[in-house]
């Protein structure tokens, strides 16, 4: 975003989640807020830079590890250490987020990185591993509180700037932290919600909204706004969550020892045959002897399953013949996922192999994810040395990198074989 470019928005160590099981709609309370569990994360101010999207995603990643773990994690690092072609103050959006977060380029800590010293070190390693993202379109209120209740908050965008935020403006009761912006416009901020109180007065807003009920959020200022960084938006504004982010996978660094990928910058466009179901491949060279123990993909609509493959030994087209079966699956919502396998394979040193994903996304024309130079910020992705393909049928496959200059989005997660995490099998 510029300070909101695009709408917005874990889980760490084995996937902590707060939930209660089943019957989740009747089980939330009318009111609940991270920081009543330990879980409301740093307060940040992102000054004069278009930083909010890098801190809300920072703050987020925060919260999903308490209130076991308190990591602070660097804003600076993902504004400065991405694979785009932005400057600080050019925003993000969730798609950057997810190509940064899950291709492993962080995040880092606070510590390594400080934010707002106009420097960030190379060559610092990811911190933690983010697997999975989910991203939710038009959710109802209910999806977003189920949500927030599981992981600890989500990332989202509203209409909002220090205009609109400013004591008489008609949008924000300074006295009550409350806002509530009353026509639908563009997106420009990102906050995050860390809860809800379902019986929030609407006499509470400066425009009293027609319903009760707020959206209790975290925003980029500094502890100065709000109560100390909180403030409640109006579940009436027609801004607010119509896109949000949820980081729903966070595992300890050492999860997998090799990520093979070609997709830095991630997801910028979708391919396909105009039909909800298509064929996708990317083939690697195993660097030494290692087991194939994920496979992460994105999701481009709701509602995808999909088919995973294994060609090993692969030498040209005419060895998708002989892919082998792995396994199937499915997924709600749009995100990126990490499908660890239940029978993981061994590589040889040196092995060429082709990891292939039959997908079926029934709102998608077009569903397979691809990186291509999409626009300005997009001019560091490169074809040369990539083998990707497509296939309708799978059957008849189509090399993106020759034919449309496109990198399929699929990423490989290994295992050394001699370090004994592979399973039997």
């Known amino acids: 975003m510029k300070n909101g470019k695009k709408l917005l928005a874990g889980v760490l160590l084995v996937a902590v989640c ?10 939330l309370p009318s009111r609940w807020y991270a920081g009543d569990v330990g879980r409301k994360p740093s307060v940040k101010d992102q000054g004069s830079y278009g930083t909010c999207w890098a801190i809300t995603a920072t703050c987020a990643l925060e919260t999903a590890l308490l209130p076991n773990q308190r990591i602070v994690f660097s804003a600076d690092h993902l504004t400065r250490q991405n694979s785009f072609t932005a400057s600080v103050n050019d925003g993000g959006d969730y798609l950057m987020l997810m190509a940064y977060l899950c291709g492993w380029q962080g995040p880092v800590t606070e510590e390594e990185d400080p934010y707002g010293d106009e420097y960030s070190p190379d060559g610092l390693e990811a911190a933690v591993h983010v697997q999975e993202v989910r991203v939710l379109l038009d959710s109802s209120i209910e999806k977003i509180k189920e949500t927030v209740y599981t992981y600890g ?13 400013a004591a008489g403006s008609g949008y924000y009761n300074e006295a009550t932290y409350s806002y509530y912006y009353t026509d639908e416009m563009t997106q420009n901020h990102d906050v ?22 707020a959206f209790i959020c975290l925003n980029t200022w500094g502890s100065d706004f709000g109560d100390e960084g909180i403030f409640y938006v109006s579940y009436a504004d027609p ?11 966070i595992d300890a660094a050492d999860n997998y020892d090799h990520l093979y990928q070609y997709d830095e910058c991630g997801w910028q466009g979708q391919q396909g045959y105009d039909s909800g ?37 692969f030498t040209g087209t005419e060895s998708f013949e002989e892919m082998e079966y792995l396994q199937s699956g499915s997924f709600t919502d749009v995100g ?21 994903v039959k997908i079926s996304t029934p709102e998608a024309s077009n569903p397979v994810a691809v990186e291509y130079r999409a626009d300005e910020y997009t001019q560091n992705v490169a074809c040369e040395g990539k083998e990707s393909y497509l296939s309708q049928y799978g059957t008849l496959w189509e090399n993106t990198q020759e034919k449309f200059e496109t990198n399929v989005c699929l990423k490989v997660y290994t295992w050394d074989s001699a370090n004994g995490k592979q399973s039997k099998g």
């Open 18 to 27: 707060f939930m209660l099981g089943a019957g989740f709609a009747d089980a």
């Open 277 to 313: 179901e298509c064929w996708f491949a990317n083939v690697y060279t195993a660097e030494g002897e290692e087991t194939v123990a994920a496979v992460g993909f994105y999701a481009t609509g709701e509602d995808t399953s999909y088919d995973i493959y294994l060609v090993h030994d």
């Open 239 to 249: 801004n607010i969550a119509r896109v949000a982010v949820a980081y729903t996978r």
């Open 153 to 165: 908050s989500v990332q989202t965008s509203l209409y909002m700037d220090r205009t609109t935020a």
């Open 192 to 213: 995050l919600i860390l809860g809800w109180d379902d019986s929030w007065p609407a006499e509470q807003f400066e425009t009293a909204p027609d319903q009760d009920g």
């Open 336 to 356: 990126y996922y990490t499908v660890d396998l239940e029978q993981p394979q061994k590589l040889a040193e040196g092995e060429r192999f082709a990891v292939v």
